[in-house]
């Protein structure tokens, strides 16, 4: 037997349902030990909340959302009109995609074509690259993190791009830098 006093018996009621019945103890194998010998299942609740873990206890920088003020008061104006407007403009891009009417063949089709309108685009600019590249000393260091990041921030888009025209079987209509 466990001797305890801390042990609370709690009236009958059948407006309520317990799902918990608290003990504390100071030996909490022994009564592990005997809950199992008795066959009663058992749960563990500590005395302290989640927020009061060490992982929560990291101050948060609240200064990060400031931000947001202007990212919401320059696009609040526009999250109006497009709701008091049923969202028509994506429901125009929607539809110019033509998901409406395709086939398999648009899933390998539609991303070809996208990728040779961005390379078709983008020769001239790594032509004129290359001239100035010869008068310059350049070395490509692939471990500065600088490069990286500029690198992902241009190609990761248009990856982006050519999978949803993958998955999609959508068309990607490229209209920058095009008469």
Do not use: C
Request: aromatic share 14%; charged share 20%.
């Amino acid at each position: 037997k466990i001797h305890n006093k801390k042990i609370i018996k709690l009236k009958y009621s059948k407006s309520s349902v317990y799902h918990q019945y608290v003990i504390l103890v100071k030996d909490k194998k022994k009564l592990i030990k005997l809950f199992k010998k008795k066959g009663i299942e058992f749960g563990f609740h500590y005395p302290f909340a989640i927020h009061q873990l060490k992982i929560f206890k990291k101050k948060f920088n609240y200064k990060s959302f400031i931000s947001l003020i202007p990212f919401l008061l320059i696009l609040l104006p526009h999250l109006i009109w497009l709701t008091e407007n049923d969202y028509i403009t994506i429901t125009y891009g929607l539809h110019r995609t033509g998901t409406g009417d395709q086939s398999f063949l648009d899933h390998l089709i539609l991303p070809v074509i996208f990728l040779g309108k961005q390379i078709g685009i983008l020769i001239p600019f790594f032509i004129m690259s290359l001239f100035l590249i010869k008068k310059f000393e350049f070395k490509i260091n692939l471990k500065d993190k600088k490069l990286l990041f500029l690198i992902s921030i241009n190609l990761i888009p248009i990856v982006l791009m050519l999978l949803t025209s993958i998955f999609t079987g959508s068309k990607i209509r490229t209209m920058w830098m095009t008469p």
